[in-house]
Nanobody, 114 residues
Framework: QVQLVESGGGLAQPGGSLRLSCAAS????????MYWLRQAPGKGLEWVSS???????YYAESVKDRFTIFRDNAKNSMYLQMNSLKSDDTAVYYC????????RGQGTQVTVSS
């Protein structure tokens, strides 16, 4: 079954950077479009970015030009490089196999604060 483990979150200052990782197992990772989603306190699940099997990237307007998604099919892994972080980026970040959050793990907390 789909197993996804997110890591790499933490505390960052506004304007800082973090890189999130997603380790996948239990399915044919290279055959799936993959997603990063996030959930801020008191809010619903929000799509952040997705990447096709060939590496084509898509971004929410709120993170475009600041975040970069990429994947390494040989390592069954996906990443999210987050630059120019803002307080609004504070959330639990999840990786998933669809925009509804299917298969997501425990998530990784990202807190942007001075």
């Amino acid at each position: 079954q789909v197993q996804l483990v997110e890591s790499g979150g933490g505390l960052a200052q506004p304007g800082g950077s973090l890189r999130l990782s997603c380790a996948a197992s239990g399915f044919a990772f290279n055959n799936y479009r993959m997603y990063w989603l996030r959930q801020a306190p008191g809010k619903g699940l929000e799509w952040v970015s997705s990447i096709s099997t060939s590496g084509r990237a898509y971004y929410a307007e709120s993170v475009k030009d600041r975040f970069t998604i990429f994947r390494d099919n040989a390592k069954n892994s996906m990443y999210l490089q987050m630059n120019s972080l803002k307080s609004d980026d504070t959330a639990v970040y999840y990786c998933a196999v669809d925009s509804a959050g299917t298969g997501r793990g425990q998530g990784t907390q990202v807190t942007v604060s001075s």
